[in-house]
């Protein structure tokens, strides 16, 4: 039973346009969300986090929506970059500390 | 500057070999965890340890597998006996508190081949 999903494995834009990735749960003890960005052969980095009393989390180019009827959150890149190609994980955590994550989604930016 | 640190980077190992893989948490940061990846797939959790405390260990397989973290030295996930399935990174992470709202940074991950 896979409690954080990202139903996209790939996304491809154009640079200079907008990425949004989505990330879907199913778990209702959730309460605090994060996003990671993973380049090949490397650990994950920490991008932003969200927690669940907001809806709305801002940092730079990086938009982290919260969608918490829906069990739905999303991450807008704008405008995304050659540079921002890469895989990029979803990941919640409930008061326990652990994070779950998903499958993660491998964007593409094209110049 | 005190991130993860993760070593060895690369390990082959034999089938039936055991390997360890050392954990030095960010500084200040008590709490570890251990997540793998196999090829192909995403970052599945294996165990979260505190200082001489293992608190949750539901993603170790039930074999072969342990993870320890001393009250000083690193964090060691040991794996005996093994397999060419075992062949995966391993990554760990560390945090400020075991707390829900915290955030979990990564090493750089080591990279198990069993041949």
């Known amino acids: 039973d896979q409690q954080v999903k990202q139903n996209s494995p790939s996304l491809s834009v154009q640079e200079g346009r907008i990425s949004i990735l989505n990330c879907d749960y199913t778990n209702s003890m959730f309460d605090y969300f994060l996003w990671y960005k993973k380049y090949p052969a490397e650990g994950p980095t920490f991008l932003i986090s969200i927690s669940s009393i907001k809806d709305k989390n801002e940092d730079g180019r990086f938009t982290v929506f919260l969608n918490k009827s829906a069990k739905h959150l999303s991450l807008h890149i704008v405008p995304s970059q050659p540079g921002d190609s890469a895989v990029y994980f979803c990941?919640?955590?409930?008061?326990?500390?652990?994070?779950?994550f998903g499958d993660g989604t491998t964007l593409t930016v094209k110049p | 500057n005190a991130g993860v640190m993760q070593n060895p980077r690369h390990l082959v190992r034999r089938r039936g070999q055991e390997a360890r893989l050392r954990c030095s948490p960010m500084?200040?940061?008590?709490?570890v965890y251990w997540y793998r990846q196999l090829p192909e797939e995403g970052l599945k959790f294996m165990v979260y340890?505190?200082?001489?405390?293992?608190?949750?260990e539901s993603g170790m397989p039930k074999e072969r597998f342990s993870a320890e973290f001393p009250k000083e030295g690193p964090s060691i996930l040991r794996i005996q006996q093994v397999v060419r399935g075992d062949s995966a990174a391993y990554f760990c992470a560390s945090s400020l508190s075991g707390t829900g709202g915290n955030t979990i940074y990564f090493g750089e991950g080591s990279w198990l081949t069993v041949v």
């Open positions: 990941a919640a955590n409930t008061n326990a500390g652990k994070s779950t």
């Open positions: 340890l505190q200082k001489e405390n293992i608190i949750d």
């Open positions: 500084k200040g940061h008590s709490h």
